[in-house]
Nanobody
Framework: QVQLVESGGGLVQAGGSLRLSCAAS????????MGWYRQAPGKQRDWVAT???????RYEDDVKGRFTISRDDGKNTVYLQMNNLKPEDTAVYYC??????????WGQGTQVTVSS
């Protein structure tokens, strides 16, 4: 069973920064697509960013230029650097791992709260 453990969430003022981490217990991590999603209270879970094998990245429009997704295959870890945070970024952030066979796995989530 693949396990994903997120960390790095917390409370920050608007304009501040946080870095989320997601560590995976999967030997073939380097061949997996990694993504970050977020879910605000009362809303659906939305896609934030994706990093493909090889390092190509994709971002949701609202976070472009503020968030950076990266991966360290040697540590089986994906990161989300979040700068210039806004109150509307407040949500539970989840990482997702997609294996080559299409199977998806989710972390438990980490709370990010941005105060105005």
């Amino acid at each position: 069973q693949v396990q994903l453990v997120e960390s790095g969430g917390g409370l920050v003022q608007a304009g501040g920064s946080l870095r989320l981490s997601c560590a995976a217990s999967l030997a073939t991590f380097s061949s997996s697509i990694m993504g970050w999603y977020r879910q605000a209270p009362g809303k659906q879970r939305d896609w934030v960013a994706t990093i493909l094998t090889g390092g190509n990245t994709r971002y949701e429009d609202d976070v472009k230029g503020r968030f950076t997704i990266s991966r360290d295959d040697g540590k089986n870890t994906v990161y989300l650097q979040m700068n210039n945070l806004k109150p509307e970024d407040t949500a539970v952030y989840y990482c997702k791992l997609t294996r080559l066979n299409g199977a998806n796995y989710w972390g438990q989530g980490t709370q990010v709260t941005v105060s105005s």
